[in-house]
């Protein structure tokens, strides 16, 4: 009797780590889409911060009441608004962060080529007249 019982332990235990294995991974793979407040350039999957590690926890709680990851997502939103997302939407609010970076790429290839344009140009030539007045100076 006190094997089975002993038995029957060891498998609630190793499907609850089991349970719990996959229930981290989830919070890994939902925290890879948010962008952690304090750091910035990281996800809150990656970032070691305080505030990370209690929106970790946080997922981790939504999910076990139940939560879907687009739930937990809106609640993120709602709570901290669009920069909380890693890739933000698309939206008017929006736009400078998803056109911003190709503007300014546009805007430096000109300004390069607007350069590179400059140095291809000949230097003008001193006419005759000018090399005389020039050397009448130095004189």
Same mark, same amino acid.
């Given at each position: 009797?006190?094997?089975?019982?002993? $038995?029957? +332990?060891?498998? &609630?235990?190793? +499907? $609850? !780590?089991?349970?719990?294995?996959?229930?981290? =991974?989830? &919070?890994?793979?939902? @925290? !890879?889409?948010?962008?952690? $407040?304090?750091?910035?350039?990281?996800?809150?999957?990656?970032?070691?911060?305080? $505030?990370?590690v209690d929106l970790r926890n946080q997922i981790r709680e939504q999910l076990k009441s139940g939560k879907s990851e687009q739930e937990i997502?809106?609640?993120?939103? !709602?709570?901290? @608004?669009?920069? &909380?997302?890693? #890739?933000?939407?698309?939206?008017? +609010?929006?736009?400078?962060?998803?056109? @911003?970076?190709?503007?300014?790429?546009?805007?430096?290839? @000109?300004?390069?080529? #607007? =350069?590179?344009?400059? =140095?291809?140009?000949?230097?003008?030539?001193?006419?005759?007249?000018? #090399?005389? #007045?020039? +050397?009448?100076?130095?004189?």
């Amino acid at each position: 009797m006190v094997r089975i019982f002993l $038995l029957l +332990a060891f498998f &609630v235990g190793h +499907a $609850l !780590a089991v349970d719990e294995s996959a229930l981290d =991974r989830r &919070v890994t793979e939902i @925290g !890879a889409e948010l962008r952690c $407040l304090v750091c910035q350039n990281q996800t809150i999957a990656d970032s070691q911060a305080s $505030l990370a590690v209690d929106l970790r926890n946080q997922i981790r709680e939504q999910l076990k009441s139940g939560k879907s990851e687009q739930e937990i997502k809106d609640y993120m939103v !709602a709570r901290y @608004g669009d920069f &909380v997302l890693y #890739r933000p939407p698309l939206k008017p +609010a929006t736009v400078a962060l998803w056109l @911003g970076p190709f503007v300014l790429l546009l805007i430096g290839i @000109g300004l390069f080529y #607007r =350069r590179v344009a400059r =140095r291809r140009a000949p230097e003008p030539q001193l006419s005759q007249a000018d #090399r005389e #007045r020039a +050397a009448k100076l130095l004189e």
